[in-house]
């Protein structure tokens, strides 16, 4: 593990429970004082209560329905007091700590401003659990990833040559937690702005990796055109995959001289 003291350590704890935490991690957490976390899986939970640091939950800040920016600023503050008060702290977070994890890169920046010393360690996060569920290897086509929401808000441009990740799809059109019930309307935004570059039919995943080493992985594969019917599949660990459009559409759209889907 690197030298040095650090007030405050950000580390991942994998997908699949404390097979998955890193040595570096584990060492970390040994010396830490204060344990901050951010997970709900017995397995993970149990891990950490076998060191001898304070636990502090910080999931428990969520309320359903409630707004998500309040509690990623509450989060912040109880670390970086903590930091300030009883280094060595620690924040571990379910995955990678800088994979779609707002209080980390928040906690970053303020420590800065207030002098303390941070550092974040790498993790497996889904996207490496969910690289070997859907075989994908961006040395093929390439990979592109984005937020739910950031897609829907700054609609980039998606090449139907490179397969698409799109995270949080169960927070779509929200800025809320968990929000229910959840409506096929919550979905029709999003299927719309995805058929500006992939066909109606084209087939893609709704993918929850699995969580504990034992279980599996689940992936749902539907078509464009029924993303908002299968609302009540997705769930807050579902990450939506686009595949890239096969060969063949690719050809018969030089067949037909389209040079585009068709609008929705
Ligand atoms: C707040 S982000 C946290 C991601 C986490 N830091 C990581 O490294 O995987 C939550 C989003 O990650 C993705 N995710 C988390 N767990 C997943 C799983 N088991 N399977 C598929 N996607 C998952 C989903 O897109 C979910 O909405």
């Known amino acids: 593990v690197s030298e040095g003291f650090y007030d405050v350590s950000i580390v991942g704890l994998g997908i699949r429970g404390p097979l998955q935490v890193t040595r570096e ?17 017995p397995d993970a939970v149990d891990y950490l209560a076998g060191f001898r640091a304070e636990l ?28 300030r008060e009883r280094p060595p702290t620690a924040l571990a977070l379910y995955g990678h700590p800088m994979m779609f994890v707002t ?17 974040v360690l790498p993790a497996i996060s889904a996207l490496d659990c969910l690289m070997v569920d859907l075989n994908l290897d961006p040395n093929e086509h390439g990979l592109v ?13 998606l090449d139907p040559n490179v397969p698409c990740l799109l995270w949080q799809v ?3 059109e929200s800025t809320l937690y968990a ?16 058929r500006q570059f992939f066909p109606a039919e084209h087939v893609v995943a709704l993918a929850v990796t699995a969580t ?23 769930q807050g660990l579902t990450t939506l995959y686009i595949p890239r459009v096969g060969r063949r559409w690719a050809e018969a759209t ?10 929705p």
């Open 25 to 41: 991690t584990d060492e970390v957490l040994r010396s830490c004082r204060v344990i901050h976390y951010v997970a709900t899986e």
């Open 56 to 83: 502090n939950d910080l999931h428990r800040l969520y309320t359903v329905g409630r707004e998500r920016m309040p509690v990623y600023r509450a989060m912040t503050e109880a670390v970086l007091r903590d930091g």
């Open 103 to 119: 209080p980390s890169r928040m906690i970053r920046v303020k420590a800065d401003l207030l002098g303390l010393r941070t550092r």
């Open 145 to 157: 990833q984005y937020e739910v929401n950031y897609a829907l808000l700054y609609r980039p441009s």
């Open 170 to 172: 169960g927070s779509a």
């Open 179 to 194: 929000m229910p019930p959840r409506t096929p309307n919550r979905f029709v935004r999003l299927r719309n702005y995805l």
């Open 212 to 234: 504990r080493p034992e279980a599996e992985s689940d992936v749902t594969w539907l078509t464009l055109r029924d993303l908002p019917d299968a609302y009540y599949l997705i």
């Open 254 to 263: 030089l067949a037909s001289g389209e040079c585009a889907p068709r609008p």
